[in-house]
């Protein structure tokens, strides 16, 4: 069983930075894909970025490309998301995921949710 658990979410001016954080517990952490989605009332859960097992690959969605960066540190079990230029249609909460199987944008593709961490852009 993997638990996982976010925190740095928070409220944030439009064109400021946030860096989200997602601790997991385990001795298999370096053994997962690690993927970042969000959700916004009303909407689907949808793909924000994805992180390899080591590291080397990362892919990002349209939407925050060249304002989020993904990153993980294997020796603390932590991914990582800094977000920078925020918008207000950022607004979303944002969850963690690990899985290893099918599609690296799609939610059922991840086995282990953490329970989310909430950020808010204002105009």
């Known amino acids: 069983q993997v638990q996982l658990v976010e925190s740095g979410g928070g409220l944030v001016q439009a064109g400021g930075s946030l860096r989200l954080s997602c601790t997991t517990s385990?001795?298999?952490?370096?053994?997962?894909?690690m993927g970042w989605f969000r959700q916004a009332p009303g909407k689907e859960r949808e793909f924000v970025s994805v992180?390899?097992?080591?590291?080397?690959?990362?892919y990002i969605a349209d939407s925050v490309k060249g304002r989020f960066t993904i990153s993980r540190d294997n020796n603390r079990n932590t991914i990582y998301l800094q977000m920078n230029n925020m918008k207000p249609d950022d607004t979303a909460a944002y969850y963690c995921?690990?899985?290893?199987?099918?599609?690296?944008?799609?939610?059922?593709?991840?086995?282990?949710w953490g329970q989310g961490t909430q950020v808010t852009v204002s105009s």
């Open positions: 385990g001795r298999t952490f370096s053994t997962y894909r």
């Open positions: 992180i390899g097992r080591s590291g080397d690959i990362t």
């Open positions: 995921a690990a899985g290893n199987s099918g599609l690296y944008n799609l939610p059922r593709s991840y086995d282990y």
